[in-house]
T-cell receptor, first 114, second 117 residues
Framework: AQKVTQAQTEISVVEKEDVTLDCVYE???????LFWYKQPPSGELVFLIR??????QNEISGRYSWNFQKSTSSFNFTITASQVVDSAVYFC???????????FGEGTQLTVNP | ETGVTQTPRHLVMGMTNKKSLKCEQH?????MYWYKQSAKKPLELMFV???????ENNSVPSRFSPECPNSSHLFLHLHTLQPEDSALYLC????????????????FGPGTRLTVL
């Protein structure tokens, strides 16, 4: 069975601080996909990134960066120079290529204070 | 309109009412999903449609009845709901056909926040 663990339930930072959201994915599959979604107070789940298990290159998109390490099954997400608009719940999500179901972590509530 | 849209955004209904939630995707996808998100609980997958065929039903009570008339539209018909059904109902779509083994990203709508009195 798959399992996604986001150990941080809530994080509070001050604007312009860097913040890292942790995610650990457990599965017996050697091939799988990992995602991060953002859910602002409006409710919509916004897709941020998708990574397959064979690609361990770090990725950077503006202030966002992702670090995937297959050896530790971690897929951490860093926001650099955080802004108030980054305040949201962030979900780490796993998907086995053999199945159709997404496995959601419990989410991390990020609050960025001015 | 672009992406995935859902109407209404908010709905309050009594336990004896009948209502429907609507989802429309403008992404050319062929799979659509209903999720339930309750407070303090992980997202729960309710139904999956692929090429207008229901391929997954995760033990959802019969008071929830999905309908997928075409690949762009998905409905969730509600009747005789219970207060514990109050939640955010999210629709998603993806380009994946369940006849293929590859995966594809799911894109979500803004959700319908449902309150059952």
């Amino acid at each position: 069975a798959q399992k996604v663990t986001q150990a941080q339930t809530e994080i509070s930072v001050v604007e312009k601080e860097d913040v890292t959201l942790d995610c650990v994915y457990e599965t017996r599959d050697t091939t799988y996909y990992l995602f991060w979604y953002k859910q602002p107070p409006s409710g919509e789940l916004v897709f941020l990134i998708r990574r397959n298990s064979f690609d361990e290159q770090n990725e950077i998109s503006g202030r966002y960066s992702w670090n995937f390490q297959k050896s530790t099954s971690s897929f951490n997400f860093t926001i650099t120079a955080s802004q108030v608009v980054d305040s949201a719940v962030y979900f780490c999500v796993g998907e086995e290529t053999s199945g159709s179901r997404l496995t959601f972590g419990e989410g991390t509530q990020l609050t960025v204070n001015p | 309109e672009t992406g995935v849209t859902q109407t209404p955004r908010h709905l309050v209904m009594g336990m004896t009412n009948k209502k429907s939630l609507k989802c429309e995707q403008h992404l050319g996808h062929n799979a659509m999903y209903w999720y339930k998100q309750s407070a303090k609980k992980p997202l729960e997958l309710m139904f999956v449609y692929s090429l207008e065929e229901r391929v997954e039903n995760n033990s959802v009570p019969s008071r929830f009845s999905p309908e997928c008339p075409n690949s762009s539209h998905l409905f969730l018909h509600l009747h005789t709901l219970q207060p514990e059904d109050s939640a955010l109902y999210l629709c998603a779509s993806s380009g994946r056909s369940f006849r293929e083994t590859s995966t594809d990203t799911q894109y979500f709508g803004p959700g319908t926040r449902l309150t059952v009195l």
